[in-house]
């Protein structure tokens, strides 16, 4: 790697092992906690790359890329944030960040990134628009710092200024509909209709021609497509072939098999084709588990800016909240959480609580479609198909082998503690490993160990 390596962030941590990493791989390396400092630097021709973080003593790193763009438009900047939301990837993606990785990054990524960007001779960026995506979006509860979420961040940042059309399949309460309302509201078209389609607008001859009336070129969305009958599917192909250079941006949702429908003759195969042309899956809470602390904190304090007096859970109900199986998903963590802060006689949302509430809501199956018979590779598979497919035809990251290794180790040697009372002699002896090699990997994957509950 060669080059000049501009680094920003208030964390001095984060400069150091980036520095480090930085001059062991050939670079020079000039590193800041202050974006005056760095913008500096720009204006006097310094650097090849720019990594930055985004929220910064003197500004945010992302309101400085228009202004790096006009000064040199060949250099790469990498955007890094601790703010995991899909907001910071579109926004990234909006202000022409060459790249965007989420705190905590994993560093042989950011170094492959970094030599991908020094090796690349960019071209000068497209013009920017002067008018910014609405914040209304950062009130969506699309939030996670889990692997999947952000995949999915990107992935949306990636296709929503094309005119692709989109699938976008999952559960039943993952938020397929936030993400179709996303991509039209931070696109090109944000200015224009989104119209959701439903079965009586399309039972009328004259229902697509109407419906292509009120879009005016902004967006589509057929939402739960497969839920349409045959004459409905006809009528859908016949006004996507009918399309103009002008046509609308066409999106669809769907929570059952397209395929498995299509190869069985409910669906039609012209009409699965034509939708798509990127599909886009949404995780559901039991493939993103570490998410739900968060998303139910999101929840909180929603609720509170609507007016419902403030809670907060104790840890053992938030732990509750974190291993149940949502079988409704986001939408079902959203409810309880709001009828908890309802319902809940003290500040503290306790244990017994979320107990009482949950008792009378159904449990399911740990991965959709699956039982309990399945095998442990059938489900790693299910869970490895999905993440190549969020890519939408291009190759996830290099480094998938160590990414997939800890998301599989992790959660081993966690539940593996708790099954042992945090004994880590029993621990080391049930995982069949030595007990030093155990150790280092408790504080590689920084685990807590925590005596076991007794289980209510």
Known sequence: MDGTVLVADDDRTIRTVLTQALTRAGCK??????????????????????????MMPDGNGLEMLPAIRDQRPSLPVIIISAQNTIMTAIQATEADAYDYLPKPFDLPDLMKRAARALDRKRVVSKPHSAEEPSSEGSDLPLVGRT?????????????????????????????????????????DRRNLPL???TPSDLAAMEGPATILSRARGGSILFD????????AQARI??????????????????????????????????????LCGVTVNVPSLRERVE?????????????????????????????????????????????????LM??????????????????????????????????????????????????????????????????????LMEIALEATGGNQAKCADLLGINRNTLRKKVTDLDIRVTRRRKLM
């Open 29 to 54: 390396v000039h590193a800041t906690s202050s974006l005056t400092t760095l913008m500096r630097w720009v204006g006097e021709g310094k650097g090849d790359l720019v990594i930055s973080d985004v």
């Open 147 to 187: 692997p999947a979420m952000q995949d999915l961040y990107r992935l949306v940042a990636r296709v929503m200024n094309t005119d692709l059309s989109v699938m976008i399949t999952g559960e039943n309460g993952t938020g397929k509909s936030l993400i179709a309302r996303a991509i039209h509201d931070f696109s």
């Open 195 to 197: 119209v959701t389609a």
């Open 224 to 231: 739960e497509v497969s839920d349409l009958d045959g004459d």
């Open 237 to 274: 192909v016949r006004m996507l072939d009918s399309l103009t250079d002008d046509a609308p941006r066409i999106l669809a949702t769907s929570q059952q098999d397209l395929m498995a429908k299509m190869e069985s003759g409910a669906f039609r195969q012209d009409l699965f084709y034509r």
């Open 291 to 339: 998410d739900i602390p968060l998303l139910t904190q999101h929840f909180l304090l929603k609720a509170e800016r609507d007016g419902t007096p403030s809670r907060q859970f104790s840890k053992d109900a938030l732990e509750l909240v974190r291993t149940y199986s949502w079988p409704g998903n986001v939408r079902q963590l959203e409810n309880t959480v709001r009828r």
């Open 342 to 411: 309802v319902t809940a006689a003290e500040d503290e949302i306790r244990h017994k609580d979320v107990e009482q509430v949950l008792g009378s809501q159904p449990e399911t199956e740990p991965l959709m479609g699956g039982t309990t018979a399945d095998k442990l590779s059938a489900s790693v598979a299910l869970h490895l198909r999905r993440y190549f497919d969020l890519h939408g035809g291009v190759l996830p990251p290099p480094g998938l082998y160590q990414r997939i290794l800890r998301e599989v180790e992790l959660p």
